[in-house]
């Protein structure tokens, strides 16, 4: 498809984390933005205005944005899709008795078709909270690869090996299953958490890392106790552990990173690592406040997830924006700490180099199209004094008038365009959770 978006406010990154915003139109041909520049009375004058060489395509659709703004999707760095299925079954508890006694038994009796359905739950959501791409760790990354393929939305998957499920052979015949599925799935290296992965995996996870030359991530440091039991078994932190077995020669990085020592940033500092921050989960599981000023402050990369959808209990960034940037500032007592523009790049840049989806970071020339439109005409987002800061502090995904993935429009004034019936969709994940003990 060749769309034209004209009379549009189109959000620009400049310089140091920061963004403007240019007033014009933007072409997509394909899966690519081909054009940004000033609005044209009409297509021809459009190419003409593109300078010598840029032709206008024939035109499947011209959209009036009408003002609105067109930003690059959101990254979600961190979730577990298919957990949509325990949505608000089990909540209130701490994080061990919460894995252990509600998550774990019933996972267990999770079919790789019952996966498929709940991530497609997970992928209508993330489209009306303008999420673009996922970065995803559960069972079954090939089927949850296959559910973003079949929908049209793109997708991170990494594994989730741990001592009680999976092996390092499977997970490198995921890895190229995943990165071979299509053009929009891709396979990065990780495994649970220290605390439930030996070290003989770990090692192996090491291994494999350096033999297909890719970053690691992992849960780190998310709950006191996880460093304080790490320490007690290794004497030396999750980070600190990891790296030593080798994890980090591609890059990588951490979800959660909330109980941090200083030899922790050293080594983030030193891998060039990024840290992905999910303030909601870690509010609701009672896990602590990240401490985003400092990796900010010390130069490493952040990003943001929603964490499972059993832990949020929502996949919605522009909360979690909000958490991440007033979380941040309390923790500090300092109002001053952190800027609205630096929240907005982690939400789509960071997460989008974290992900190694570099061509998605942006709306460029020569960029996936990858792309939302944000509604400006309702009364949370007027006036326009500062349109990063009505995004980050007043914005809501009732702004989300459309999500592109790939140069596919996939969802539009509250109509999905990914080829199955809500209706459908809802019916099996009742019946999945209605069937477990
Ligand atoms: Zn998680």
């Not at 739950?121 to 090939?142: A, H, K, R, V």
């Not at 350096?210 to 440091?221: A, E, G, I, T």
């Not at 702004?399 to 790939?406: D, E, F, H, L, Q």
């Amino acid at each position: 498809m060749n769309i034209r978006f004209y009379n549009a406010k189109i959000l620009q990154t400049a310089e140091n984390h920061t963004f403007h915003i240019v007033e014009g139109e933007l072409w997509v041909k394909g899966d690519s933005i081909v054009y940004v520049g000033e609005n044209s009375a009409t297509a021809e004058t459009a190419a003409e205005n593109a300078g010598s060489g840029k032709e206008a395509p024939a035109w499947d659709r011209e959209i009036d944005a009408a003002g609105n703004l067109l930003m690059p999707g959101f990254k979600n760095a961190h979730t577990h899709t298919a957990m949509t299925f325990l949505r608000s079954y089990a909540d209130d508890l701490p994080l061990q008795d919460w894995l252990n006694q509600q998550v774990f038994p019933r996972e267990g009796q999770l079919t790789e078709d019952d996966v498929y359905w709940l991530n497609i739950l997970g992928i209508m959501e993330y489209l009306t909270s303008g999420i673009t791409s996922n970065f995803d760790m559960y069972f079954f990354p090939p089927v949850n690869a296959k559910a973003s393929a079949d929908t049209g939305f793109r997708t991170v998957q990494t594994s989730g090996l741990n001592n009680y499920g999976g092996t390092v052979e499977l997970m490198e015949e995921n890895y190229h299953i995943v990165n071979e599925l299509s053009d929009l799935t891709s396979f990065i290296v990780g495994f649970h958490a220290e605390y439930t992965t030996s070290k003989e995996l770990m090692e192996g996870v090491a291994k494999l890392a350096q033999k297909l030359k890719s970053p690691v991530w992992v849960h780190n440091s998310e709950t006191k106790l996880e460093v304080a039991e790490c320490k007690e078994r290794w004497g030396i932190t999750p980070t600190q552990l990891t790296d030593s077995l080798g994890m980090y020669e591609y890059g990588g990085g951490g979800y959660h990173c909330v109980w941090f020592e200083d030899s922790d940033f050293e080594i983030f500092q030193k891998r060039n690592l990024t840290a992905v921050t999910n303030p909601a989960s870690n509010l609701k599981l009672a896990s602590g406040i990240c401490p985003v000023k400092r990796f900010v402050d010390n130069g490493i990369s952040m990003a943001i997830g929603t964490d499972g959808p059993a832990s949020n209990n929502c996949l919605d960034m522009f909360r979690e924006m909000f958490l991440t940037s007033t979380l941040a500032k309390v923790r500090e007592m300092d109002a001053e700490c952190i800027s609205a523009d630096e929240i907005l790049y982690m939400a789509t840049a960071g997460g989008a180099h974290a992900m190694l989806l570099d061509d998605c970071d942006s709306l460029a020339e020569g960029k996936k199209a990858d792309i939302i439109m944000i509604d400006l005409q309702q009364p949370n987002m007027q006036p326009e004094n500062n349109i990063v800061k009505n995004l980050v502090y007043s914005g809501s995904k009732q702004n989300v008038k459309m999500t592109m993935v790939n140069g596919k429009i996939l969802y539009e004034d509250n109509q999905f365009n990914i080829g199955f019936d809500k209706k459908e969709i809802y019916r099996h994940a009742n019946e999945i959770i209605g069937r477990m003990k």
